[in-house]
Structure formats: structure tokens, C-alpha cells
């Protein structure tokens, strides 16, 4: 099993920036595929970002540019930079671990953009 802590959500004024951390513990694989998802209230839960173990980014078109992900295998963190935050960007944000077909999720995270 894999544990999965996030940090870092609240409330920002559009424009602003938040950066969302996610603490893994358990059985840690490298080559486990990290990742951050968001659900906004009555929408589906859908993906902003990914990224493999080679290190390589994903990210949903309504992200590109502003938000950034990244991972320290050394740490077992992943964490998601967001810049230029929109009100749409209000949403619950999860962390997410992809192993061979599995799927871990964190509790979850409110993130709120607004004036």
C-alpha cells in the first residue's frame, strides 16, 4: 500500500501562486507514475498533471504554462507549482499514484482562487 499526504492548498487572488506538495510513504516504487488530479464541485475528477519515473511532464492544455510539476524520488515528494491562477483552477486537488495498473490517492487538498 502507498500513503499519500498533501500540502499547500488554500485561497489565492487570481494571478497568485500556490505550490502543492504530496509526501509518499508505504511501499515506494521508483517507477511509480505521480501525478495530481482536480475535482471541482459538480464536475468530474480530471488529470492537471503527470510525470513517469524517466521524468517526463504531462500536463492537461488548461494548465500548460502555468503550472509546473515535479518529482524527488529521494524525498518520495511530488509537487505542483502553480502560477497565474485562474478561478477556474478552484477545485479539490488529489495526489495520485499509477503502479502497474493500481491507482493510490491522497485526501485531497482545497484549492480556492478568488477576489
Known amino acids: 500500500q502507498v500513503q499519500l499526504v498533501e500540502s499547500g492548498g488554500g485561497w489565492v487572488q487570481p494571478g497568485g501562486s500556490l505550490r502543492l506538495s504530496c509526501a509518499r510513504s508505504g511501499s515506494v516504487w521508483p517507477y511509480d507514475v505521480l501525478g495530481w488530479y482536480r475535482q471541482a464541485p459538480g464536475k468530474q475528477r480530471e488529470p492537471v498533471a503527470t510525470m513517469s519515473s524517466g521524468g517526463v511532464p504531462v500536463y492537461a492544455d488548461s494548465v500548460k504554462g502555468r503550472f509546473t510539476i515535479s518529482r524527488d524520488n529521494a524525498k518520495n515528494t511530488v509537487t505542483l507549482q502553480m502560477n497565474s491562477l485562474k478561478p477556474e483552477d478552484t477545485a479539490v486537488y488529489y495526489c495520485?499514484?499509477?503502479?502497474?495498473?493500481?491507482?493510490?490517492w491522497g485526501q485531497g487538498t482545497q484549492v480556492t482562487v478568488s477576489s
Open positions: 495520485h499514484v499509477l503502479r502497474f495498473g493500481n491507482q493510490f
